[in-house]
């Protein structure tokens, strides 16, 4: 089984940016994305065998709920292209604050079953990636440019891990974040 460890922004700030992401993705055709809710990425994931995956939730999720709340915002688009063969992402960034660094190290002291090794923490909510070429990316930036585009603001409490179903990514288990 494969986990996620995200969280996602409460309802009321995550409708506006999922109604732009919806729209933004059907116009490019792309749509990745869309297989995930808005989330923001908190470290690499887990891997185990199916048949240990609930043990193995219930441990991190354990571990997990030790970390501390905090504030996080989103902080305008970005654009990037990626990989070989290249690939384009646009997102809204996510500001490093240092209550988002310890939930984020905080998660990663629990090393069993991490899927690999944690890449540059880069903290964002995806617009639109793995399926975006180069030139829809260049496209969608230039449409973009002054473009009322929505935000975000909201308390960081909980960490869920999320499995793919039928081609979809759904919430398997979370925790409320308590502190230690």
Request: aromatic share 10%; hydrophobic share 45%.
């Given at each position: 089984m494969r986990f996620i460890v995200i969280t996602v922004p409460p309802e009321a700030q995550?409708?506006?940016?999922?109604?732009?992401?919806?729209t933004w993705n059907r116009n490019l055709g792309t749509f990745e994305a869309l297989r995930y809710p808005a989330h923001l990425t908190l470290r690499t994931g887990l891997v185990c065998p199916d048949d240990q995956a609930e043990s193995v939730a219930e441990r991190f999720l354990e571990h997990a709920?030790?970390?501390q709340p905090c504030s996080v915002a989103t902080d305008g688009l970005f654009f990037v292209t990626y990989g070989e063969p290249r690939r384009g992402m646009a997102g809204w960034r996510v500001p490093l604050s240092a209550g988002l660094?310890?939930?984020?190290?905080?998660?990663?002291?629990?090393?069993?079953?991490?899927?690999?090794?944690?890449?540059?923490?880069?903290?964002?909510?995806?617009?639109?990636y793995h399926d975006l070429t180069p030139e829809q990316l260049l496209v969608l930036e230039r449409?973009?440019?002054?473009?009322?585009?929505?935000?975000?603001?909201?308390?960081?409490?909980?960490?869920?891990?999320?499995?793919?179903?039928?081609?979809?990514?759904?919430?398997?288990?979370?925790?409320?974040?308590?502190g230690a």
């Open positions: 995550r409708a506006p940016l999922e109604a732009f992401r919806q709920r030790k970390g660094e310890r939930v984020h190290r905080h998660l990663l002291e629990f090393s069993a079953w991490q899927k690999g090794p944690q890449a540059p923490f880069e903290p964002h909510v995806s617009l639109a449409q973009l440019a002054g473009v009322d585009v929505p935000s975000a603001q909201w308390t960081l409490d909980h960490v869920a891990l999320f499995r793919e179903v039928d081609g979809v990514w759904v919430e398997w288990a979370r925790t409320v974040l308590r």
